[in-house]
Every structure is written in structure tokens, then in C-alpha cells.
């Protein structure tokens, strides 16, 4: 499913391994509201400098993207280079280059062969249509096992619109945000404040709540393009359809969130982190995270092993105030610990571990507040995949 008005293309500039796709364009037939969210690095890439300040417009028409080099810490020539995609881009659509956005994801530090892309953008445009969105999705690919794409079909307005959204990521994954690129688009008419305020909320609640090791990219983008195509009136947080737009986007940014904790690099399972009874949302998720980023827990559910000392542990050094004998833990539909003691059940909650997906209840009971955060195992192939990332 693919929302009307949009045409993708693919090439291969040799950035990747060879005979590999490693540059994508994203087009829309006519200019669209547009809205992102950005990496909290303080370092970042040239493409996402260049993209927070063209997003202010809230106008976009175009995506361009590459795979294998983030042209990140490539200093001046970095921007040159990127302004230069986007201006031969723009050159070739015959839009303007405001219009224009850029992403990068890859090795850090490199600077982008210029001379090999620079020969496959008017190859880019000319192909325009030629490719599908699952081509798109795997060109943008890096250290992905497999490529990420959610549609959904809603009805606004008595129309039915498309919104579909594909991502990438596997490794580098911590918010705000992680190493990731997400590319949402919907022929829906959106206000641009409306579009905005609904895609920062769902990245707050997806995106903003994975972890796979803990490490924080300089490229991070997820940008959502709504073109308006199907005819409907302009959606606002007023519109008797506003829910339903925003439950759309909100499932979309989680499910490929998921998707991405699934492929992070090495794992073998999805861990759900539900932490309830918090004073408030942001201790919550504060307990959540020290659970999920805590390699103790993560290598215990790669061996099966129901360590609920483990989780406890990291429950206590999240910086957030908790009384040991309030607190229950449940590993799967098994509870481990009731009221800061154990219950003796680790042989079973072993087995709930075997599972491809499993949830981890920790309810601190000092409260009403909860938070959902998604992470995976760590694995021996972690080590293997980023040992030998550049070779």
C-alpha cells in the first residue's frame, strides 16, 4: 500500500559493499506539510544540521538518502557536500532546494565519494517510479537484517487514506533518538502544527522509548510527509477524524519501533519493560530504561536465566526513589518477586524467557503512573556484528 502521490527510485553509487542499492529517493507530486524529529547528540551530522533548519518551514517535497556513510565529523566539507546533493536534487525535480531534504546513515568520520553520487542523482530521477517503497526500505539498510515498512488505511473524511512508513536500524539504539532513519507518508491533508504535534507525541512513545545497547547516534531522522492527494479536509486536532489520524500514527511509529528492537544486532528476543504504581510518567520510564539498558538483564534473558536480582538491582540505581519492599516483578505471566521478596518461581519464569517475546512487569506501587520501554537480548553476535563494523 502506498499513499498517492509518491514515487521512489533506488541506485547504487558503491558506498555499501558492492552490488548493493545504497541511495533512495523519496518524491511527492506536489509540496507537502512536513514534520521531524532530530538526534540530542551533541554531535551531529552535516544532513541533520541542514535538516533543522529547513524543517522550521514545515514545507517538503522530496527525501534523499544514503546508506554506508553517515557524513558525520566530516566538518565544512560535510555541509558543502550535502548542499551540493541537495541543490543538484532539487536542479534535477526542478523544485526548489527548500524543498530538498537530506539523510545519511553509515560510517562515521568518512567523507562521502562525492564522485560516485554525484553521477547517480539524475540516474535517481530519470528511474523515478521505477523502484517501490520496499526497494526503498532496503536501500537504507546498514547493519539491518531486514527491511522495515508498516502501511495502514484509515477513513477521513468518508476517503480512505494511506500512511506508510519504513525504517531502518539495528545497532546504535538509544533515544532521543536512536541510530535510525524513519520515513513516514500519508496522502492525508494535514494542518502542519497538527502534523507536528502528533508525530513528536508518537516519537516521544516509540521511538523515544527503545534501546538495544545503549549508544546514541549523530544521524537520527524521522520525518512524516503528508501531501494531502486524497482530497480530504484539512485535518486539525479539532477534526472529528483527529483521533483516528493520531491513533494511525502512533501505531505506526510503534510497530516499526518494534520492528527494529526485533532486528537489533545479535538479538534473539523482544523484551517489553512495563513499569507501573510510579509517582509519575517520567520516574517510570527512567525505571524502565535502567532495566532495559542494563547488560546484566540483557545477557540473563539471552541465557534464560530469570536473574530477577538483576532487575532489582537496576531498579535501585535509576536515580528514582523506590521502596524495595513495595515492589513486584513479573516475568511473563510468572511473578518472580512480591513485595521485594522472591516467590521461588525462577524455574518457570526461566521457561516464560525462552519466548521470542516477552514482557517484563515491574509495579513499584507508590503510584498510578507507567511506562512501556522495548529493548532485546544481548548477544555474542553483538560483539561479532560491531567488532568487525568498518572491515
Known amino acids: 500500500m502506498t499513499p498517492k502521490g509518491f514515487l521512489f527510485s533506488t541506485a547504487e553509487a558503491a558506498i555499501k559493499k558492492p ?86 546513515t553509515g560510517v562515521i568520520g568518512t567523507p562521502l565519494p562525492m564522485d560516485r553520487i554525484r553521477l547517480r542523482i539524475p540516474e535517481l530521477i530519470d528511474q523515478l517510479g521505477k523502484s517501490s517503497i520496499e526497494d526503498v526500505a532496503a536501500a537504507i539498510m546498514t547493519t539491518d537484517t531486514f527491511s522495515k515498512i ?13 500512511i506508510a512508513g519504513i525504517s531502518k536500524g539495528a545497532g546504535m ?25 502528533v508525530m513528536l ?11 538495544v545497547d545503549g549508544d546514541r547516534s549523530t544521524n537520527d531522522t524521522a520525518l512524516v510527509i503528508a501531501n494531502g492527494l486524497i482530497g ?3 485535518v486539525t486536532e479539532k477534526s472529528s477524524s483527529f483521533k483516528v489520524f493520531r491513533n494511525a500514527i502512533h501505531e505506526v511509529t510503534y510497530e516499526l519501533s518494534r520492528l527494529i528492537v526485533k532486528d537489533g544486532e545479535g538479538a534473539t528476543k523482544v523484551i517489553e519493560i512495563e513499569v507501573k504504581g510510579a509517582v509519575n510518567e517520567k520516574d517510570a520510564e527512567k525505571v524502565a530504561f535502567s532495566v532495559a539498558n542494563s547488560n546484566l538483564v540483557k545477557t540473563a534473558a539471552y541465557g534464560n536465566d530469570a536473574n530477577w536480582g538483576r532487575i532489582m538491582s537496576a531498579i535501585g540505581y535509576s536515580g528514582v526513589k523506590v521502596r524495595e519492599e513495595k515492589i513486584d516483578i513479573h516475568t511473563g505471566n510468572v511473578k518472580v518477586a512480591v513485595k521485594g521478596l522472591g516467590t521461588g518461581k525462577d524455574k ?37 556484528i560491531n567488532a568487525a563494523y568498518r572491515t
Open 19 to 104: 552490488g548493493k542499492k545504497d541511495l533512495a529517493l523519496i518524491y511527492s507530486g506536489v509540496e507537502a506539510s512536513i514534520s521531524g524529529t532530530f538526534t540530542t547528540n551533541n554531535i551531529k551530522a552535516a544532513p541533520v544540521k541542514i535538516n533543522i533548519k529547513k524543517i522550521r518551514s514545515g514545507r517538503g517535497q522530496a527525501i534523499i538518502i544514503n546508506s554506508g556513510n553517515a557524513n558525520a565529523c566530516t566538518g565544512k566539507k560535510g555541509l558543502q557536500d550535502a548542499a551540493e546533493i541537495i541543490r543538484l536534487s532539487a536542479k534535477g525535480l526542478k523544485i526548489k532546494p527548500s524543498l530538498v531534504y537530506i539523510c545519511s
Open 173 to 197: 539504539i538509544w533515544p532521543h533518538m536512536a541510530t535510525m532513519l524513519c520515513f513516514i507518508m500519508t496522502d492525508i491533508a494535514v494542518n502542519q502544527k497538527t502534523l507536528n504535534r
Open 232 to 234: 480530504n479536509r484539512e
Open 348 to 384: 518457570e519464569a526461566s521457561d516464560a524467557l525462552k519466548r521470542k517475546e516477552v514482557k517484563v512487569v515491574i509495579n513499584l506501587n507508590s503510584g498510578r503512573s507507567s511506562a512501556k520501554v522495548l529493548t532485546c537480548d544481548l548477544t555474542e553476535e553483538y560483539v561479532k
Open 201 to 211: 507525541d508518537a516519537v516521544k512513545k516509540s521511538f523515544n522509548r527503545i534501546t
Open 150 to 162: 508498516v502501511n495502514k488505511k484509515l477513513k477521513v473524511d468518508n476517503k480512505i487514506g494511506t
